[in-house]
């Protein structure tokens, strides 16, 4: 016998076919798309790196392996990349980002240019949070003991943003060791630190001690540079390498206890370490499609 099914009957089948989760459906979500990644950086540098070395892994795990391009986006220390993922990319898990540990510290100390709300964010993990910090200058100057440090007056400190975790650090060590009437150089990419120290243009930078000993390291090898202090985040997690392991902790240069704070609420900063993050309002079920 051939039933007659209503009109109404249709519509409330089709508006329960539309309304089903995307989920439900056999294709994988993220099937035949391409998804933007957007770097709070400039390209080159180790945490570009690091990002380079996580998509493959994130590709693959993700359901229906898309495509990932990246977008590099410097710029105030990651806060216009992360001003971008807030604002402007579409809660659909299309776009993600991944910054620094300054998303999380400019925001807290209230820095100019900060348009997001770290609490609406989704955070997606890191792949790092511990790590050691140097100061070095370049041997050409000579200043091989603290007291020559700290007689030089006008040390030209390179760093890649205003805000970025290199300059922070740079200024962090400037202070601490009391280095006389600093400047600050900044709008240059990692290398790019590197070369300009080479060809006379900075003085000294602050830098990672695994990438020196990657993609420098005639800087140790040949000493081309001088180091002269390190910042442990843990305080307690002491570089390996014998040209870093026997540096003075920063922290033993502090001399009240609100320097020692500030050392203290830094290294928590700096545990963030470099998140991946989405903009508010992406459903729960795309963010665990990430996790």
Known sequence: MTQKIS??????LIALISEAPLFAQSTPYFQGKTI???????????????VQAAIPFIKKYLPGEPV????????????KATNYIYHNAKPDGMTFGNVGSGLIANAILGSTGVEYDIDKLIYLGASNSTAQYVFGTTTKLGLDTLDKLRARAGLR??????????????????????????????????????????????????????TILQRSP????????NYHAVIQIPKE?????PAFSKLPELESFTKSDKERKIMTMFRNFRLVGSPYILPP???????NLFR
């Open 36 to 50: 933007l990644l957007v770097q709070g950086r400039e390209p080159g540098g180790t945490g570009a790196l690091r």
């Open 157 to 210: 400190i390179g760093a890649q943003t205003v805000g970025h975790d290199i300059y922070i650090n740079g200024r962090l060590f400037s202070w601490l060791l009391g280095l006389k009437e600093p400047r600050f150089v900044t709008g240059y990419s990692g290398p790019e630190v590197d070369l300009a120290i080479a060809r006379g243009e900075l003085d000294g930078r602050a830098n990672i001690p695994d």
């Open 68 to 79: 990932i391009v990246t977008q590099f986006m410097p710029g105030g220390g990651g806060r």
């Open 7 to 12: 009109a109404a009957a249709v519509t409330i």
């Open 281 to 287: 309002g992406t459903p729960a079920e795309i963010t």
């Open 218 to 225: 005639e800087h140790v090898e040949k000493k081309v540079m």
């Open 237 to 241: 997690d002491r570089h390996p390498h």
